[in-house]
């Protein structure tokens, strides 16, 4: 009916979900792309993150709908801005995921146990990337040197020669050094290692910052 505002929590089509937004708008009706973060287990705890595109009116009006079972709520903007959130949270989630699986499996075959890495790990600064790095990434600020980018490029380097004299292979590993070797070569080298987003970012067009 005109007025019924439509929450859409599937990760589906940009195209899709903008050519339903338009076509309900025509006949009185908001449709709003709401794709969450989490799974059935952060479901029954009410600790999914949703996100929104769409009409900000009708999100406002009736966040009761998704505060019922989420923890956040963040609005991105148009219609289709809540799904490119989403795929660019699933693409970070299983690229990290299969960094994980890489890692161990090289861990593994050099005759650590899986159990005791992963204990490791979940006490090391990985846990806590996003929330000490991310700020300055997003800001493209690479001043604040934590490790430069030369000696990620050598780090990896190593870990990519260790792994290939196992014989493990660590496609991701070889793939990650190659950004760090294009953020070296905009003379990025001895900038934060966050600089590797700008070896990202001109490759897709952006003008690169050429110092940290």
């Known amino acids: 009916r005109r007025g019924a505002v439509v929450f859409e929590l599937s990760t ?6 903008r050519e339903i937004a338009a076509a309900g708008k025509k006949k009185g009706v908001a449709f709003l792309d709401t794709p969450v973060s ?14 929104v595109g769409g009409d900000r009116k009708a999100l406002e009006k009736h966040r009761g709908v998704l505060e019922a079972f989420s923890k956040s709520i963040t609005y991105m ?11 660019v949270t699933n693409h ?6 299969a960094g994980i699986a890489e890692g ?12 005791n890495m992963v204990k490791f790990l979940q006490e090391s600064a990985l846990s ?11 800001a493209r600020d690479y001043s604040n040197v934590i490790a430069p980018v030369e000696l990620s490029k050598k780090d990896l380097g190593l870990s990519v020669e260790e792994a290939n004299n196992l014989g493990v292979p660590v496609p991701l590993g070889v793939a ?23 070896g990202y970012l001109n490759a897709a067009g952006e003008k690169p910052k050429r110092r940290g």
Not at 40 to 49: D, G
Not at 77 to 87: A, F, H, N, V, Y
Not at 128 to 138: R, T, V
């Open 104 to 115: 161990l499996a090289f861990g593994m075959k050099a005759g650590l146990k899986a159990g």
């Open 38 to 51: 989490g799974s059935i287990p952060h479901l029954e705890k009410k600790q999914v993150a949703a996100i």
């Open 128 to 138: 806590q990337l996003l929330f000490y790095k991310g700020p300055d990434m997003a």
């Open 176 to 198: 990650a050094r190659q950004q760090y070797v294009a953020a070296i070569a905009l003379g990025l080298g001895q900038a934060d290692f966050n600089a590797v987003f700008e």
């Open 77 to 87: 903007g148009p219609s289709g801005t809540g799904l490119i959130m989403k795929l």
């Open 92 to 97: 970070i989630l299983n690229i990290h995921h």
């Open 12 to 17: 589906s089509s940009v195209d899709l979900a």
